[in-house]
């Protein structure tokens, strides 16, 4: 059955992310259930943002290595 989808007259804010935290908004995906996943490019995190506008921090990626370290190479000895 079709549904038509939602005009922009329905939209609203759903949260307020902190962007003195790095919580700048890179990408975004829906859930079935109404979350929304969102990546934070400047923190290197993914959350998960609830229907009610709760964030939840799934997981947080390592810093890029520094211009002046190595980077040791899992095949060698």
Known sequence: MYSPPASLGDARIAVHFDLAQGQTPENLT???????YVTFAKARQIAEVSPSGAIRILA???????????????ASP
């Not at 829906?30 to 929304?36: N, Q, S």
């Open 30 to 36: 829906l859930t079935r259930g109404g979350a929304a």
């Open 60 to 74: 947080t990626l390592p810093e890029p290595p520094t211009a002046g370290s190595t980077l040791r190479s899992w």
